[in-house]
């Protein structure tokens, strides 16, 4: 019941862009997305709520097909401060909610 | 902006003690979790609280393990007899629906 992230792990230039991929086999209510830098506590980006909306966050925007089961984070001219492991948690029936199996983003200079 | 809080930020104790790990969630929230991370490893559930009493609990969280929230404010995470491997940074979180919103910082557990 995990939702599985891809990639596993990815390396960026600054300012370049990358998406992130979270996809679950049950049927979602929500999506949240999250980012953790080494040795801190995970921080929450956003949640994305049934109907397939969009949401932004700064520079961070995230997307969610319900359809498909299926949630994206898209990260645009990513900086130095963006890096870290991001997890997806994705609400189920019975109010069950599970983390994604993580993404490791590395931005370098 | 009202934080989730956790006390004690480091805990040393020997194997075999007892620990309890303390929280304050945000005070509108209604679901509380404690979730656990091994050096280097990925975040784990160890449980969540709904309405007074555990919603769903992982395989981690077996018979030594207890939470409560005695009295509307505190969430506790209790260790009845701690072992090497339990070893590892805490964390409490809250939301006012289901997942966690909030992360408190964390308690550092050593147990020696």
């Known amino acids: 019941q995990q939702p599985v992230q891809s990639p596993q792990a990815v390396i960026l230039r600054e300012g370049e862009d990358a998406v992130i991929n979270c996809s679950s086999s049950?049927?979602?209510?929500?999506v949240h997305w999250y980012r953790q830098k080494h040795g801190e506590a995970p921080v929450f980006l956003m949640i994305?709520?049934?109907?397939?909306e969009q949401k932004g966050h700064e520079k961070i925007s995230a997307s969610f097909n319900e359809k498909k089961q299926q949630s994206s984070l898209y990260l645009t001219a990513s900086q130095l401060s963006y890096s870290g492991t991001y997890f997806c948690?994705?609400?189920?029936?019975?109010?069950?909610?599970?983390f994604g199996t993580g993404t490791s983003l590395t931005v370098i200079p | 902006e009202p934080e989730v809080t956790q006390t004690p930020s480091h805990q040393v104790t020997q194997m075999g003690q007892e620990v309890i790990l303390r929280c304050v969630p945000i005070?509108?929230?209604?679901?509380f979790y404690w979730y656990r991370q091994i050096l280097g490893q990925k975040v784990e559930f160890l449980v969540s609280?709904?309405?007074?009493?555990?919603?769903?609990k992982s395989e981690i969280f077996d018979d030594q393990f207890s939470v409560e929230r005695p009295d509307g404010s505190n969430f506790t995470l209790k260790i009845r007899s701690t072992k090497l491997e339990d070893s590892a940074m805490y964390f409490c979180a809250s939301g006012y629906s289901p997942g966690p919103r909030d992360f408190g910082p964390g308690t550092r557990l050593t147990v020696t």
């Open positions: 948690g994705t609400e189920i029936a019975g109010n069950q909610f599970y």
């Open positions: 005070s509108n929230h209604l679901y």
């Open positions: 049950k049927a979602l209510y929500s």
């Open positions: 609280f709904y309405n007074n009493e555990i919603s769903e």
């Open positions: 994305l709520l049934k109907g397939g």
